[in-house]
T-cell receptor, first 111, second 113 residues
Framework: KNEVEQSPQNLTAQEGEFITINCSYSVGISALHWLQQHPGGGIVSLFMLSSGKKKHGRLIATINIQEKHSSLHITASHPRDSAVYICAVRAKETSGSRLTFGEGTQLTVNP | SQTIHQWPATLVQPVGSPLSLECTVEGTSNPNLYWYRQAAGRGLQLLFYSVGIGQISSEVPQNLSASRPQDRQFILSSKKLLLSDSGFYLC????????????FGPGTRLTVT
């Protein structure tokens, strides 16, 4: 079993829909990251959080430390949101602050 | 502001040939540096990380090696490439101390033929 599990693996939505991507992890963490990878391969950091909730524009990330679960929400989705969304965690007391990654969720938003 | 560079952007190499991918970071000092690989249809896999000059930690035993000859330079090498080395290679950095985000370079797409 992977330390970081994402669901769903693939998600297709219509423009305007509300989208949720889930991430569960099995270790104690000091931080959780949500990343976005576009078709060209470049990766952008969307959020880093260790508790509660963060919001940037139409994107919202939440985390429940007790349940070891995080969600990424996209409101009013748009075709330009189509990308792979990756959850990654930094385990407590990990050397080098290295991250463990989920397999990613491929999101396609159709016009 | 800080920037991270990787080159080349794409590379096609025959099996058995050597490899050298370079990553440099500007605008910061003493960063943690990372090399990741993403095989086709797979998630990101950490290959190496470094917390300082000459300090390299390997996560996965394989025919790749890494070096950090300068504070902001991280090099990924191989003496003889395998077909299985094909993939997308990403370099990343973060500030050495504290709870910070990790910033990724543009990546190198390597095809071993």
């Amino acid at each position: 079993k992977n330390e970081v599990e994402q669901s769903p693996q693939n998600l297709t939505a219509q423009e305007g829909e509300f989208i949720t991507i889930n991430c569960s992890y099995s270790v104690g963490i000091s931080a959780l990251h949500w990343l976005q990878q576009h078709p060209g391969g470049g990766i952008v950091s969307l959020f880093m959080l260790s508790s509660g909730k963060k919001k940037h524009g139409r994107l919202i990330a939440t985390i429940n430390i007790q349940e070891k679960h995080s969600s990424l929400h996209i409101t009013a989705s748009h075709p330009r949101d189509s990308a792979v969304y990756i959850c990654a965690v930094r385990a407590k007391e990990t050397s080098g602050s290295r991250l463990t990654f989920g397999e990613g969720t491929q999101l396609t938003v159709n016009p | 502001s800080q920037t991270i560079h990787q080159w080349p952007a794409t590379l096609v190499q025959p099996v058995g040939s050597p490899l050298s991918l370079e990553c440099t970071v500007e605008g910061t000092s003493n960063p943690n540096l990372y090399w990741y690989r993403q095989a086709a249809g797979r998630g990101l896999q950490l290959l190496f990380y470094s917390v300082g000059i000459g300090q390299i930690s390997s996560e996965v035993p394989q025919n790749l090696s890494a070096s950090r000859p300068q504070d902001r330079q991280f090099i990924l090498s191989s003496k003889k490439l395998l077909l299985s080395d094909s993939g997308f290679y990403l370099c990343a950095w973060r500030p050495g101390q504290g709870n910070y985000e990790q910033y990724f370079g543009p990546g190198t797409r390597l095809t071993v033929t």
